[in-house]
């Protein structure tokens, strides 16, 4: 059982940053690779970017490649999501989701664990 917390949304302008972090209780946070996903009201959950379980890949959503990093810190059991330049369409509810797996998975359906979501708004 893996339990997710995320924290750092928040309300931005357009053009700034925020960091999203995502904590994951267990022994096994290592073994998990880790997706964040989003949500805008009345869209369905789209996915991000997603990460290996040691880190060494990493995979994007076009719409966010340059602007958007994704890493992980094994030691710490949390995966960061570093979000730049951010746009008003990126308002969005913000999930990080762990899949039972070691490589990249941008698929909702093979993630095993979700949080709760942290909520992004952008400004224009």
């Known amino acids: 059982q893996v339990q997710l917390v995320e924290s750092g949304g928040g309300l931005v302008q357009a053009g700034g940053s925020l960091r999203l972090s995502c904590a994951a209780s267990g022994r096994t946070f290592s073994s998990y690779a880790m997706g964040w996903f989003r949500q805008a009201p009345g869209k369905e959950r789209q996915f991000v970017a997603t990460?290996?379980?040691?880190?060494?890949?990493?995979y994007y959503t076009d719409s966010v490649k340059g602007r958007f990093t994704i890493s992980r810190d094994n030691a710490k059991n949390t995966v960061y999501l570093q979000m730049n330049s951010l746009k008003p369409e990126d308002t969005a509810v913000y999930y990080c989701?762990?899949?039972?797996?070691?490589?990249?998975?941008?698929?909702?359906?093979?993630?095993?664990?979700w949080g709760q979501g942290t909520q992004v708004t952008v400004s224009s």
């Open positions: 990460i290996s379980s040691s880190g060494g890949s990493t």
């Open positions: 989701a762990a899949a039972n797996r070691g490589t990249t998975v941008a698929l909702s359906t093979l993630y095993h664990y």
